[in-house]
């Protein structure tokens, strides 16, 4: 089956490939583009380690295909520090040692700066659920919550 | 040497030195690396729980032309049933042979039977349609009673129970039986005022690592070979895999990825030698990656239990008499961590009359990987129960009640050795005085506490310390980091060489860059890893000084080194670290420090954990209001990170307590292999988890470093299924507490 | 004479609870008590982890042994 050419935008940068119909977003940015920021966890969309956004909204690489994002916006891990140093949720993450293997770490990220980004003030429970689907495994979360609430606070007061 | 010390740089919460390229998706993981040529290899799973293989016919595969190899059972050496170190302890290598590709039979539904290579994932996938397989079905055995039954149908030929004094004749699905006693327990209960006996069972539970298992291998012509992979521990793929392919160790190199997570799922091979196979057929690199659901039917899991517990006590609480007995699924072969429950069940306890009978029970499911403090959860999961329903019956505090009977340095252990200092006293007090403990039960919900016991292991670790002309130095160490260890590693050093740790650089080598070194696992890393750091650091600091001396004529005796600087006590001169990192190449070549070390002295860490719910009786709904995790550190090297593993095994607990388990249908295919339906923790499920770290020094360790990785999953079982219970009126035995269940619980009492 | 206690599973096998052997290095207690008890192999106690006075050492090939120490041999553990 010929591959369709696709034409799109990641982290702002111009980018185009070559990908099957059957191809997802996932397979994609790992396989095809090198951004192997972005994890497979289970390919069936119930664990977020694919977290990217797709002109703004959060989604699951997993469940998006190669050829939906013709034309579109995506942002993954790669984007989210601007280059000058690391983005503010990155240092919280690191401060609060919200990360032990890793793996959760970039989908997570991401999450965390779609929810602020939507809610600079969340509650605890409101972050909780924002980021349910997000699976981590080894923290039990609440480091990883500590570190949402002040980067939430930090940006918040950078304002 | 380990009591209350000023440290320098150990206690900080620092910045793990692997944090940037962590947070921005830089680090490579199992899956990340791909090789110019690379191809595809995926595998073919047995859709049968339990069947011989009549036939397997891969000629259409071959034939197809996008396909460049095929593997199977044959292409591996021929092998004797031969127990080997590798991994969590003793495999038998025919064993893992035969799980890495099915021999004769097939073993559970997911047995991997044959791989492909092809040019792209996804015509590997489709090419395995292509392979041919006769069966001869079998009928499966899911559940460990159903197993030991006389009319079980065997699932080896050649199994006969180890452990009775004569070899049973007819082969059997109980491969060992075990009995642990001291005292006299007939009388210990006869002296007891209450006995508690009760039944439970816990279920089939993953480890639940987010990351499936990849490789990426390349087989030259020459034999030489490379392997990366995620594991916990590379030395000893390349252990496994060497022996199962033929192969000597040092044409094999085995690189570790970043990890994400592995809790002991990950210290045994699956497709390690698959994939070598192929790329050795193909001439090609090849990349092998699970899919989520291989990962649950193929990989781990850890042991359903049944388990009893009985206890005898007089009415001042003091025990009298303990007994359990259990039996673990071991799954498709033997090998279940039923040792390690049998000699952990009644440690927490100091009583002299104790019996303990276990049995490893082979089922067709997945054969058992090692889960953080294997074996332990289920066995002290169900004395934590008694204890607390006894203390109930008594009207005593539960914390009180184990402090009268709790273990402590020279209590007599049912394997043999006295202990040696220990923190569950400690421990103990710590949750007594908790805001937790102290906090009243808001009105209609159910309080739980559980205590815990590890051994925690030593074992072998080598590792080198560079020094760089500059006077920074890289930490060459063979553990890969699950969860942190590179910033203790950095801050030990630190210590020893009394420069920042940022100066330092911490690595983890592969394996043609170090010797052996046992895998991250066994709570060992910080203690046993850590040990081989401070001693390499003080080789260097010893070099550091001679080369000191002899540029002041002096002796090095005369030399002494004390925040980054050599002083000379017989004058006034004085170099720094640095100064003589770069003098180095004219006072005698570079300084670097090796230890390779079997570390001994590995001390237990107990733990106590405290556990508030809300039960929804309506919908039998469990939800964890409160939660706190007390754990003896010995000395926490970084805060931060114990308190993340006390954490983390708290809520793996949690949702083994809760939600986890495997369910399977009639024809043992398991239903539920994926994160919608087995359902670990989520952010939304849990509140923040309160955590106190205890610290009673380890003697035998330079800092007083325990090990605190795995106790922490075992008290939540205890703590959890008993404030269910409480919460609701009802004696909770079977885990996990589902809706379902707690219904079933409500409703029928 | 270190004094080497049997467990309850190595009872079944030896038909005592403990025993008394003059050795200074663990390699030759090993050879001595596989020597005086037929059922336990020398290879097999090589395998386990061993408790000398109360510190469990994986593989004490070599370990020197002091006439009061108390040995015990253990199940090797290894962890996850």
């Given at each position: 089956m010929?591959?369709?050419?696709?034409?799109?935008?990641?982290?702002?940068?111009?980018?185009?490939?070559l990908?099957?119909?059957?191809?997802?977003?996932?397979?994609?940015?790992?396989?095809e583009?090198?951004?192997t920021?972005?994890?497979?966890?289970?390919?069936?969309?119930?664990?977020?380690?694919c977290s990217?956004?797709?002109?703004?909204?959060?989604?699951?690489?997993?469940?998006?295909?190669?050829?939906?994002?013709e034309g579109?916006?995506?942002?993954?891990?790669e984007?989210?520090?601007?280059?000058?140093?690391?983005?503010?949720?990155?240092?919280?993450?690191?401060?609060?040692?919200?990360?032990?293997c890793g793996?959760?770490?970039?989908?997570l990220?991401v999450?965390?700066?779609?929810?602020?980004?939507?809610?600079p003030?969340p509650?605890?429970e409101?972050?909780?659920?924002?980021l349910?689907?997000?699976?981590?495994?080894c923290?039990?979360?609440?480091?990883?919550?500590?570190a949402?609430?002040?980067?939430?606070?930090?940006?918040?007061?950078?304002? | 040497?380990?009591?209350?010390?000023?440290?320098?740089?150990?206690?900080?919460r620092?910045?793990?030195?692997?944090?940037?390229d962590?947070?921005?998706g830089?680090a490579?993981?199992?899956?990340?690396l791909?090789?110019?040529g690379?191809?595809?290899?995926?595998?073919?799973?047995?859709p049968h729980?339990?069947?011989?293989?009549?036939s397997?016919?891969?000629?259409?595969?071959?034939a197809?032309?996008?396909?460049?190899?095929?593997?199977t059972f044959q292409?591996?050496?021929?092998?004797?049933?031969?127990?080997?170190a590798?991994?969590?302890g003793?495999?038998?290598v025919?064993?893992?042979?035969?799980?890495?590709?099915?021999?004769?039979?097939?073993?559970?539904h997911?047995?991997?039977?044959?791989a492909?290579?092809?040019?792209?994932?996804?015509?590997?996938?489709?090419?395995?349609?292509?392979?041919?397989v006769?069966?001869?079905?079998?009928?499966?055995?899911?559940?460990?009673?159903?197993?030991?039954?006389?009319s079980?149908?065997?699932?080896?030929e050649?199994?006969?129970?180890?452990?009775?004094?004569e070899?049973?004749?007819?082969?059997?699905?109980?491969a060992?039986?075990v009995?642990?006693?001291?005292?006299?327990?007939?009388?210990?209960?006869?002296?007891?005022?209450?006995i508690?006996?009760?039944?439970f069972?816990?279920?089939?539970?993953h480890?639940?690592?987010?990351?499936?298992?990849?490789?990426?291998?390349?087989y030259?012509?020459?034999g030489?070979?490379m392997?990366?992979?995620?594991?916990?521990?590379h030395?000893?793929?390349?252990?496994?895999?060497a022996?199962?392919?033929?192969?000597?160790?040092g044409?094999?190199?085995?690189?570790?990825?970043?990890?994400?997570?592995?809790?002991?799922?990950?210290?045994?091979i699956y497709?390690?030698?698959?994939?070598?196979?192929?790329?050795?057929?193909?001439?090609?690199p090849?990349?092998?990656?699970?899919?989520?659901?291989?990962?649950?039917?193929?990989?781990?899991?850890?042991?359903?239990?049944?388990?009893?517990?009985?206890?005898?006590?007089?009415?001042?609480g003091?025990?009298?008499?303990?007994?359990?007995w259990?039996?673990?699924?071991a799954?498709?072969f033997?090998?279940?961590?039923?040792?390690?429950?049998?000699?952990?069940?009644f440690?927490?306890?100091d009583?002299?009359?104790?019996?303990v009978?276990?049995?490893?029970?082979?089922?067709?499911?997945?054969?058992?990987?090692?889960?953080?403090?294997?074996?332990a959860?289920?066995?002290e999961?169900?004395?934590?129960?008694?204890?607390?329903?006894?203390?109930?019956?008594?009207?005593?505090?539960p914390?009180?009640?184990?402090?009268?009977?709790?273990?402590?340095?020279?209590?007599?252990?049912i394997?043999?050795?006295?202990?040696k200092?220990?923190?569950?006293?400690?421990?103990l007090?710590?949750?007594?005085?908790?805001p937790?403990?102290?906090?009243a039960?808001?009105?209609?919900?159910?309080?739980?506490?559980?205590?815990?016991?590890?051994?925690?292991?030593?074992?072998?670790?080598?590792?080198?310390?560079n020094?760089?002309?500059?006077g920074t130095?890289?930490?060459v160490?063979?553990?890969?980091?699950?969860g942190?260890?590179?910033?203790?590693m950095q801050?030990?050093?630190?210590e020893?060489?009394?420069?920042?740790p940022?100066?330092?650089?911490p690595?983890i080598?592969d394996?043609?860059?170090?010797?052996?070194?046992?895998?991250?696992?066994?709570?060992?890393?910080?203690?046993?890893?850590g040990?081989?750091?401070?001693?390499?650091?003080?080789?260097?600091?010893?070099q550091?000084?001679?080369?000191?001396?002899?540029?002041?004529?002096?002796?090095?005796?005369?030399?002494?080194?004390?925040?980054g600087?050599?002083r000379n006590?017989a004058?006034?001169?004085?170099?720094?670290?640095?100064?003589?990192?770069?003098?180095?190449e004219?006072?005698?070549g570079?300084?670097?420090?090796?230890?390779?070390?079997?570390?001994?002295?590995?001390?237990?860490?107990?733990?106590v954990?405290?556990?508030?719910?809300a039960?929804?009786?309506?919908?039998?709904?469990?939800?964890?209001?409160?939660?706190?995790a007390?754990?003896d550190?010995?000395?926490?090297i970084h805060?931060?990170?114990?308190?993340?593993?006390?954490?983390?095994?708290?809520?793996?607990?949690?949702?083994?307590?809760?939600?986890?388990e495997?369910?399977?249908?009639?024809?043992?295919v398991?239903?539920?292999?994926?994160?919608?339906?087995?359902?670990?923790?989520?952010?939304s499920?849990?509140?923040?988890?309160?955590?106190?770290?205890?610290?009673v020094p380890?003697?035998?360790?330079?800092?007083?470093?325990?090990?605190?990785?795995?106790?922490?999953?075992?008290?939540?079982?205890?703590?959890?299924g008993?404030?269910?219970?409480?919460?609701?009126g009802?004696?909770?035995?079977?885990?996990?507490?589902?809706?379902?269940r707690?219904?079933?619980?409500?409703?029928?009492? | 004479?270190?004094?080497?206690?049997?467990?309850?599973?190595?009872?079944?096998?030896?038909?005592?609870?403990?025993?008394?052997?003059d050795?200074?290095v663990?390699?030759?207690?090993?050879?001595?008590?596989?020597?005086?008890?037929a059922?336990?192999?020398?290879?097999?106690?090589?395998?386990?982890a061993?408790?000398?006075?109360?510190?469990?050492?994986?593989t004490?090939?070599?370990?020197?042994?002091?006439?009061?120490?108390?040995?015990?041999?253990?199940?090797?553990?290894?962890g996850?």
């Open positions: 010929a591959k369709s050419h696709v034409t799109t935008s990641v982290n702002g940068e111009p980018q185009e490939f990908c099957e119909p059957g191809d997802t977003l996932l397979d994609v940015l790992r396989n583009l090198n951004l920021g972005t994890k497979e966890g289970c390919g069936s969309g119930d664990c977020g380690a990217v956004t797709l002109n703004g909204r959060l989604v699951c690489a997993c469940l998006v295909l190669g050829v939906e994002v579109a916006e995506v942002g993954t891990i984007g989210v520090s601007s280059g000058d140093g690391l983005h503010v949720i990155q240092e919280k993450f690191l401060e609060h040692a919200a990360l032990q793996i959760c770490t970039p989908g990220i999450s965390t700066k779609a929810l602020l980004e939507e809610n003030n509650t605890e409101e972050a909780r659920y924002y349910a689907g997000n699976l981590c495994r923290t039990g979360y609440d480091k990883i919550i500590r949402v609430m002040d980067s939430a606070e930090t940006l918040r007061g950078a304002v | 040497m380990s009591e209350a010390k000023e440290f320098k740089y150990i206690g900080q620092t910045i793990r030195p692997d944090g940037y962590k947070v921005t830089r490579t993981y199992g899956a990340d791909s090789l110019p690379m191809i595809w290899g995926k595998t073919l799973r047995s729980a339990h069947a011989k293989i009549v397997i016919d891969t000629s259409k595969a071959e197809h032309p996008d396909v460049m190899a095929v593997a292409d591996f050496v021929t092998l004797q049933s031969e127990s080997i590798g991994g969590e003793a495999a038998d025919l064993d893992v042979a035969r799980n890495c590709l099915a021999d004769d039979k097939v073993l559970y997911g047995h991997a039977i044959a492909i290579a092809a040019r792209t994932e996804r015509a590997a996938k489709d090419a395995l349609a292509l392979i041919d006769t069966y001869e079905i079998l009928p499966p055995v899911m559940d460990v009673e159903e197993a030991m039954k006389e079980a149908p065997v699932l080896h050649d199994m006969f129970t180890n452990g009775y004094d070899k049973p004749s007819k082969a059997s699905n109980i060992t039986r009995e642990m006693k001291m005292g006299d327990v007939d009388a210990g209960f006869a002296d007891a005022d209450v508690v006996e009760r039944e069972r816990t279920p089939t539970a480890q639940g690592y987010i990351e499936p298992h990849a490789c990426t291998v390349t030259s012509e020459d030489q070979s392997v990366w992979c995620c594991t916990q521990g030395f000893d793929v390349r252990t496994l895999t022996k199962v392919l033929g192969m000597d160790l044409k094999l190199k085995v690189i570790a990825s970043e990890i994400g997570g592995g809790f002991g799922g990950k210290t045994v497709q390690e030698p698959v994939a070598l196979v192929l790329s050795k057929k193909s001439g090609r090849v990349k092998m990656v699970m899919e989520r659901d291989e990962v649950f039917i193929a990989t781990g899991p850890t042991s359903a239990a049944k388990l009893k517990a009985k206890v005898g006590i007089k009415k001042d003091t025990i009298t008499a303990m007994q359990g259990m039996a673990y699924e799954g498709a033997k090998g279940s961590p039923m040792m390690p429950g049998v000699m952990t069940m440690t927490p306890y009583c002299p009359n104790v019996l009978e276990g049995f490893d029970v082979v089922v067709n499911k997945s054969k058992v990987a090692a889960y953080r403090a294997p074996g959860p289920q066995a999961y169900a004395a934590e129960m008694v204890i607390n329903e006894l203390a109930e019956m008594l009207g005593m505090d914390i009180e009640l184990r402090l009268k009977n709790a273990a402590k340095e020279g209590t007599q252990t394997y043999g050795p006295k202990l200092r220990v923190g569950l006293i400690e421990c007090e710590a949750a007594k005085n908790s937790h403990y102290q906090s039960l808001p009105e209609g919900q159910g309080r739980g506490l559980a205590a815990g016991f590890w051994f925690n292991v030593g074992g072998q670790s080598s590792v080198t310390v020094m760089n002309p500059d130095g890289t930490i160490e063979g553990s890969p980091d699950i942190g260890s590179r910033a203790s801050m030990m050093a630190a020893v060489l009394q420069i920042e940022k100066n330092l650089k690595i080598a394996t043609e860059n170090l010797p052996y070194s046992q895998g991250t696992g066994g709570s060992r890393t910080t203690f046993a890893t040990m081989a750091v401070i001693e390499a650091s003080e080789k260097v600091v010893a550091v000084k001679e080369r000191a001396a002899a540029v002041w004529n002096v002796t090095a005796e005369q030399v002494e080194y004390a925040d600087v050599a006590t004058g006034e001169d004085a170099m720094t670290l640095a100064e003589v990192c770069k003098s180095a004219k006072t005698g570079q300084i670097s420090g090796n230890a390779n070390i079997n570390a001994r002295g590995a001390g237990p860490s107990f733990a954990h405290i556990c508030d719910v039960v929804d009786k309506e919908t039998g709904k469990v939800d964890v209001t409160r939660y706190t007390i754990q550190a010995g000395k926490a805060p931060g990170y114990v308190e993340g593993q006390l954490q983390g095994g708290a809520v793996q607990g949690i949702g083994w307590a809760l939600n986890e495997y369910v399977y249908n009639a024809d043992g398991m239903e539920n292999p994926g994160f919608l339906d087995y359902r670990i923790p989520l952010a499920d849990l509140p923040m988890i309160e955590t106190i770290i205890v610290e380890n003697a035998f360790h330079p800092y007083g470093v325990r090990g605190v990785g795995e106790t922490g999953i075992i008290p939540p079982l205890g703590a959890v008993y404030a269910v219970g409480n919460a609701i009802r004696k909770v035995e079977e885990l996990p507490c589902s809706p379902p707690v219904l079933a619980l409500i409703q029928n009492g | 004479m270190a004094i080497v206690i049997f467990s309850s599973e190595l009872q079944r096998l030896t038909g005592e609870e403990q025993t008394r052997v050795a200074e663990f390699k030759d207690i090993v050879a001595e008590i596989s020597y005086q008890y059922a336990l192999e020398y290879d097999a106690l090589m395998k386990m061993v408790a000398i006075d109360g510190e469990i050492i994986h004490p090939f070599l370990e020197k042994v002091a006439a009061s120490s108390e040995i015990h041999f253990l199940y090797r553990i290894s996850g």
